[in-house]
């Protein structure tokens, strides 16, 4: 994907995530995010 496609993706979901009015919605999406890089620093991490 270009990076252009990916920074309109990006921004596409950031609105999404505006709209959101649940709080539970919201934290378990922020939850997931932190979870899903902190997993990527790993992998990062254990490359040589």
């Not at 919201?26 to 620093?41: G, M, Q, S, T």
């Amino acid at each position: 994907m270009s990076k252009y496609l990916e920074d309109l993706q990006m921004l596409r979901l950031i609105k999404a995530f505006q709209k959101l009015k649940a709080p539970d919605t919201r934290k378990a999406i922020v939850v997931f995010v932190d979870a899903a890089l902190k997993e990527e620093e790993e992998k990062r991490k254990k490359r040589p």
